[in-house]
């Protein structure tokens, strides 16, 4: 029986990997499609991922394959033709290389089976997740940005909406993925017999987000190619107008990447111009929010005075105060003020 786990410590692989002299490459991508025997596939792909030196952390489910990995950069090649014959629905699968990356964010591999590759909270049986709507490529979003029988619906959350989105996208107010999904066909009833073009960050989440649609008789649904990272990618590439306004959230130390010049949110604290993603420096509160500088000085980086007279008790005397207390990962919702949320949402690089 081969060994299909690490039995090193994650100190010593980390400094392992640390002492690789090899450049690597990281890499990201995903696809919906059936998988009849999720442990079975794991099993060997986990195989064939360790011969190559491959880390990472890979989701495997029936619906599909979710993967964000690490590859030393000579053997990159030899991986893409690995996955491509793996699976028939993988060939020509799409893959996403991360840019400004020094290829140090993995050191082990962790192939996990989910039950879902993106959590939707669908309990339907008939639902066939791999039955997508139509890809858009960046030349054919700004092509339907122009035409007025398509309407743009944004699939990410409310605070990556609220710095940087496409013009006239729809927000879909819910939460989670999951309250959004049902939401979405309901708001969008009397629009049937539009085109319907849906879009997140990567992609994966529109992509079941279009499937879902179709599932509910929407028979025009679009979703972007790769999501805003790739839409501005291509555009850029091209030649192309930048059609997406503002700033593209994204889950790491630099929460958002600017797409546009257009700033169009609002510190939270006094109203100016701003789409500074920052979280309350108090770590008993930690909110999520838009900040603008000054505000950052006046409230010494914390949300409210609460919190900042909270800062500047004694270490243990804050501690004292957050023990007990209800901490999720809140965020602050424009509409509604508070909202806890199960979300992971990083720490800023202090
Ligand atoms: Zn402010
Ligand atoms: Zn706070």
Known sequence: MPVLHNLVSNQELKARMLAETEPRTTVSFYKYFTIADPLAFRDVLYLQLTKLNVFGRIYVATEGINAQI???????EEMKAMLYAFDPALDNLRM??????DGKSFWVLRLKVRERIVADGINDETFDPSDVGGYLKADEVNAMLDDPHAVFVDMR????YEVGHFDNALEIPADTFREQLPMAVDMLQENKDKKIVMYCTGGIRCEKASAWMR???????????GG?????RRAREQGLPVRFKGKNFVFDERMGERISDDVIAQCHQCGAPCDTHVNCKNDGCHLLFIQCAEC????H???SPVCMEELALPPEEQRARRAGRENGNKIFNKSRGLLNMTLKIPMPEK
């Open 70 to 76: 690490s590859v030393p950069a000579s053997r990159y």
């Open 96 to 101: 996403n290389i991360a840019l400004d990356d």
């Open 157 to 160: 959350n409310h605070y990556e």
């Open 215 to 225: 599932h509910n008789g929407f028979n025009n649904v679009y979703h972007i190619e």
């Open 228 to 232: 805003i990272i790739e839409y501005a």
């Open 296 to 299: 950052a000085e006046k409230y």
């Open 301 to 303: 980086h914390c949300c």
